[in-house]
């Protein structure tokens, strides 16, 4: 038996499958969503504590605020999308109140089983990606152990393809796959001198030119649930024929830290999903503590913004080789509810841009050649 929570015609909330159903509309959630919309279903035009909210589903973690005041902005952008204004109250100091009427079933196997019969094939094929992107978000968004092992001093998870040598660096996590044909991948990569990283959620790449200035820089998305060689086949072509299409983009913007080309899965033919850029600027109090107020947004190649992020993070620790930064608040301006539901990738980049901890490490530093840990890994440069 599975349970289905309804509100009239309007929609129906699956939690086994990750999904708001609102007519033809389908509405991702990631697990974070699913566990806290599910507590509030449950106790529909109740008051459900915050305090409850942390111990269940954040296990009290220290970062958990941060994380609720997030799933429930998001969670509030999805109901708007589909109408519901207001449909999450929030009840000051207190907790929150899901002001709908809730019908609660109970569906057979058996009757599911009929369902997924019925499907259409797009259905089958979007459930796929909501379970990959969801997957995407827990790599990054698990143990703090794990992450630490991959960004500690130096990363000792980091390895490097022994057939690098001067500019070619192809580098990988210690938790792909060791199936990956990377001698196939390091020759068929069609520019002279670069930086890479294989990760297990993205393969990023930075194109460096003859003077050892940056040229590009790019984020492609990797499923990994899928035949990786043959992703990495496919993103490689794409970056040998389109790459010069992408360049550095030489502003005068003393406050611009970072800016990439990001692109979907390669199934084919990648999708530029949008160019992020950042902008920070920092200050730092009488006892030394230093806060760097960011910018992050997303545009599309046609200058069309979908999402923009306001955040405060916190320096927690500094060395010469790992900085780990904390997210303290944040504001997210999402232009259309419905391009985050449609433009498929930009959710996935929402998430890893609003995670409560990051860790960054160096890779070359005169070359200013970095690694987050967003994605799992991914290279990056200031």
Same mark, same amino acid.
């Given at each position: 038996m599975?349970?289905?929570?309804?509100?009239n015609?309007?929609?129906?909330?699956?939690?086994?499958?990750f999904?708001?159903? %609102? @007519?033809?509309?389908?509405?991702?959630l *990631?697990?974070?969503?699913? +566990?806290?919309?599910?507590?509030?279903?449950?106790?529909?035009?109740?008051?459900?504590?915050?305090?409850?909210?942390i111990?269940?589903?954040?296990?009290?973690?220290?970062?958990s605020?941060?994380?609720?005041?997030?799933?429930?902005?998001?969670?509030?952008?999805?109901?708007?999308?589909i109408?519901?204004?207001?449909?999450?109250?929030?009840?000051?100091r207190?907790?929150?109140?899901?002001?709908?009427?809730?019908?609660?079933?109970?569906?057979?196997?058996?009757?599911e089983? $009929?369902?997924?019969?019925?499907?259409?094939?797009?259905?089958?094929?979007?459930?796929?990606?909501?379970?990959?992107?969801?997957?995407?978000?827990?790599?990054?968004?698990?143990?703090h152990?794990?992450?630490?092992?991959?960004?500690?001093?130096?990363?000792n998870n980091?390895?490097?393809y022994?057939g690098?040598?001067?500019?070619?660096?192809?580098l990988f996590?210690?938790g792909?796959?060791?199936l990956?044909?990377?001698?196939?991948?390091?020759?068929?990569i069609?520019?002279?001198?670069?930086?890479?990283?294989?990760?297990?959620?993205?393969?990023?790449?930075?194109?460096?030119?003859?003077?050892?200035?940056?040229?590009?820089?790019?984020?492609?998305?990797?499923?990994?649930?899928?035949?990786i060689?043959?992703?990495?086949?496919?993103?490689?072509? +794409?970056?040998?024929?389109?790459?010069? $299409?992408y360049?550095?983009?030489?502003?005068?913007?003393h *406050?611009?830290v970072y800016?990439?080309d990001?692109?979907?899965?390669?199934?084919?033919?990648?999708?530029?999903?949008g160019?992020?850029?950042?902008n920070s600027?920092?200050?730092?109090?009488?006892? @030394?503590?230093?806060t760097?107020?960011?910018? !992050?947004s997303?545009?599309?190649?046609? @200058?069309? !913004?979908?999402?923009?992020?306001?955040?405060?993070?916190?320096?927690?620790?500094? *060395?010469?080789?790992?900085?780990?930064?904390?997210l303290?608040?944040?504001?997210?301006?999402?232009?259309d509810p +419905? $391009?985050i539901?449609?433009?498929?990738?930009?959710?996935?980049?929402?998430?890893?841009?609003?995670? +409560?901890?990051i860790?960054?490490g160096?890779?070359?530093?005169?070359?200013? !050649?970095?690694? %987050?840990?967003a994605?799992? @890994?991914?290279?990056?440069?200031?």
């Open positions: 599975r349970k289905v929570f309804k509100h015609d309007i929609f129906s909330f699956e939690p086994k499958i999904k708001i159903l %609102s @007519g033809r509309k389908e509405l991702k *990631s697990i974070k969503e699913v +566990d806290v919309l599910t507590i509030l279903c449950e106790h529909q035009m109740q008051v459900v504590e915050r305090k409850k909210l111990s269940e589903i954040w296990n009290d973690q220290e970062s605020d941060i994380g609720l005041n997030k799933t429930i902005l998001l969670l509030r952008r999805k109901f708007e999308s109408g519901l204004v207001d449909a999450i109250e929030t009840i000051p207190i907790g929150y109140v899901l002001r709908l009427k809730i019908e609660c079933l109970l569906v057979s196997d058996e009757a089983a $009929e369902q997924q019969k019925s499907l259409p094939r797009i259905g089958i094929a979007f459930f796929i990606v909501t379970i990959i992107s969801v997957t995407s978000a827990l790599v990054v968004r698990g143990s152990s794990v992450t630490e092992d991959y960004f500690s001093t130096p990363p980091i390895k490097k022994q690098s040598t001067g500019q070619k660096q192809l996590m210690g792909v796959s060791s990956v044909n990377y001698n196939a991948i390091f020759n068929k069609g520019i002279f001198n670069f930086y890479a990283l294989l990760s297990k959620n993205a393969f990023s790449i930075i194109k460096i030119d003859g003077s050892h200035d940056i040229k590009w820089r790019g984020v492609y998305l990797v499923n990994s649930f899928h035949d060689n043959s992703q990495l086949s496919c993103i490689i072509d +794409d970056i040998n024929k389109h790459s010069n $299409e360049v550095v983009r030489n502003e005068k913007n *406050s611009l800016y990439g990001y692109f979907s899965e390669c199934n084919g033919t990648p999708r530029h999903i160019t992020i850029r950042v600027t920092n200050t730092q109090d009488s006892a @030394g503590k230093i760097d107020v960011q910018n !992050v997303l545009k599309t190649i046609d @200058g069309k !913004v979908i999402f923009d992020i306001t955040r405060a993070v916190y320096n927690r620790e500094n *060395s010469t080789k790992t900085i780990h930064y904390r303290g608040s944040f504001n997210v301006k999402i232009a +419905d $391009e539901s449609n433009h498929k990738g930009s959710d996935v980049l929402l998430n890893q841009f609003t995670q +409560d901890n860790y960054h160096v890779i070359n530093k005169k070359q200013r !050649v970095y690694i %987050s840990s994605f799992g @890994g991914i290279l990056y440069t200031r």
